[in-house]
């Protein structure tokens, strides 16, 4: 097995200028290879309001450079990195003032756009098998199913949300039951802690006292009933209590706390008394304060989505359009996105109102949301910072550069050397055995794992919180890219590379080759100079050019969206 010299990858490494830093921007190069020359325009009515503010701050913004940008999109729409081929298409397609609208509306229909985005509710939805919300595989599975297929054919975001929150049915075979599944504790004030985080952004640890207890009303007739197949169950609104009627479910899987009725004399076991239906409205409260009384013939959850809804309640367009943007640009104009209360005020309250307002005008169409944002000059703005100060920060005026999740890291890795990974659940259980080219995006189930994805912060899946996801990094991270036989034989033996570096080509062009596949940008002058001297010393340009392909994964501009 090859082996690369450590003394050699550092002096590679520093000379290319990869130093790798705790904070990105001590390593970005010279800003001409990122940036635009000139000052950056408003582009539209949300670069408007954006750049009011940053004025009365006295910062004037930059916009990336088209290098930049094709890299940024890639990553940020479909979580994969562009091709050498597609950074070049890119690069030299002269419609200056289109291309970049066009590549949004081109990333925003590929498939892996579904993968990335399932990725990202399977985040916040708890999409996982095992411990501790216990979906179990097949429900997982079918959870993923629903979401991936919702975000494919880009439902209205209000019905998303509504089927979740009104569905009843099969947890195997009805994917959006799986809500009332994916908790760690099926109780009514869980369900509602649950709801208002996920769909409100609401920590409930803040609300007033008592209010938990009266929205939890609104949950309170859901039942669950196993079945014959193993670990399947039915979630169903339960105003009868039926649940608990001995008998009525599989023998040997009734509710806990439900005796049998024993046969007596002849045998024969007493009919038990039938629950009757409340003959009384039962009165919840909703997390605005307002009491409602809740009529005997309708499903308390119905009730709850119509208020959730409705284009009246701010909570549900606040949450959703503050969520996409933190995705998007690495903070939400409220921060943390899901910890949105009155003491917690947005950074541009004008900006976060005209992006309510934008989507449900557009019919909670995610996609209109998402370009909106995508074709702002906001989005565009240069990763090199000119302000480092808190409120440069809160504003805005610089794209925040933030390491990839694991999931897209180590996707990137295995595209560039053309090897895989094995994802693997410590429960052995129908569905998962994964296909060795199926890319990390696409896990349905985190359960489903690997040593690289546990190491790179993945998230937990277990309380649906934004900050279950770490992407800051850590000392073992550097060193498992640095000196871990895990990425040694990608990089040795990935067939990606090794075309690249027997393809006998003139160094200068495996070089470029090396930056368009790794960095999705030309090598500057310097950049060619520093590898040609490098190269020329080794004593194998073969070993010269993997060293300078694994220095290139360790610079902050590889492992960060910038």
């Known amino acids: 097995m090859l082996k690369i010299s450590w003394n050699s990858l550092v002096i590679v490494f520093a000379a290319i200028g990869g130093v790798a830093a705790a ?8 800003a001409s290879i990122f940036e635009n020359p000139g000052p950056a325009a408003p582009a539209g009515e949300l670069d408007r309001i954006v750049f009011a503010k940053l004025a009365s701050l006295d910062m004037q913004p930059v916009l990336c450079s088209d290098a930049v940008f094709v890299r940024r999109a890639y990553l940020d729409v479909i979580g994969t990195l562009p091709t050498a081929e597609e950074v070049k298409a890119f690069l030299d397609d002269p419609d200056a003032a289109n291309k970049r609208h066009v590549l949004i509306d081109r ?9 990335y985005w399932s990725m990202k509710w399977g985040d916040a939805l708890r999409i996982k098998a095992e411990i501790p919300v216990n979906l179990w595989p097949n429900a997982a599975q079918a959870y993923h199913r629903w979401v991936r297929a919702a975000i494919a054919e880009n439902k209205p975001y209000d019905q998303f949300v509504r089927e979740m929150l009104t569905s009843n049915g099969s947890n195997f075979r009805v994917g959006p039951v799986n809500f009332y599944r994916a908790v760690q504790d099926k109780t009514p004030e869980v369900i509602a802690a649950t709801v208002a985080l996920t769909f409100m952004g609401s920590r409930v640890d803040f609300w007033p006292q008592g209010r938990l207890a009266g929205t939890a009303v609104f949950f309170s007739q859901i039942s669950y009933k196993p079945t014959s197949e193993w670990k399947e169950e039915i979630v169903f609104w339960d105003p009868f209590q039926a649940r608990k009627v001995p008998g009525n479910v599989v023998p040997g899987r009734e509710a806990p706390g439900t ?3 024993k046969p007596e004399g002849d045998g024969q076991a007493e009919t038990p008394a039938l629950p009757t239906l409340r003959t009384e409205p039962l009165t919840a409260v909703f997390p605005d304060g307002t009491s409602v009384e809740l009529p005997v013939d309708r499903d308390p959850r119905e009730a709850f ?9 701010p909570w549900f367009t606040r949450c959703i359009v503050n969520r996409v943007w933190a995705w998007l640009l690495g903070r939400g104009i409220i921060h943390e996105a899901d910890d949105i209360r009155d003491d917690n005020p947005p950074s541009n309250p004008e900006l976060l109102a005209y992006l309510q307002k934008e989507f449900i005008a557009s019919g909670y169409n995610l996609k209109h949301l998402y370009r909106l944002i995508l074709n702002s000059s906001t989005y565009q703005f240069s990763a090199v910072p000119r302000h480092n100060t808190p409120e440069a920060r809160a504003q805005f005026a610089s794209y925040y550069p ?3 999740d694991a999931e897209v890291l180590i996707d990137a890795v295995n595209k560039i050397t053309g090897t895989t990974d094995l994802y693997t659940s410590a429960i052995p259980e129908p569905y998962t055995y994964i296909p060795r080219d199926m890319p990390a995006i696409a896990l349905a189930d985190g359960s489903v794992t690997s040593q690289f994805l546990t190491l790179f912060g993945r998230s937990a899946r277990a309380t649906g919180m934004v900050n279950e996801r770490v992407n800051r990094p850590v000392a073992l991270q550097w060193l498992h890219m640095l000196n871990s036989s895990h990425i040694q ?4 033996n990935g067939p990606n590379l090794k075309a690249i570096f027997e393809s006998g080509r003139p160094q200068d062009e495996i070089a470029r080759e090396l930056y368009l596949t790794i960095l999705s940008r030309q090598p500057t002058s310097e950049e060619l100079k520093t590898v040609a001297e490098y190269v ?3 004593k194998s340009k073969r070993d010269a050019a993997l ?5 290139l994964i360790n610079t902050s501009e590889f492992l960060y969206r910038h």
Request: glycine residues 2%; hydrophobic residues 45%; without cysteine.
């Open 23 to 30: 904070e990105p921007e001590a390593s970005v190069p010279e």
């Open 107 to 115: 990333l925003l229909e590929r498939s892996e756009y579904a993968d």
């Open 259 to 261: 005796a049998r009725t």
């Open 305 to 313: 989505a119509a208020w959730l809804i409705t284009p009246e309640n």
């Open 402 to 404: 933030r390491r990839l």
């Open 489 to 492: 034989r990608k990089l040795a």
């Open 536 to 538: 020329g010393a080794a």
């Open 547 to 551: 060293d300078i392909a694994w220095a």
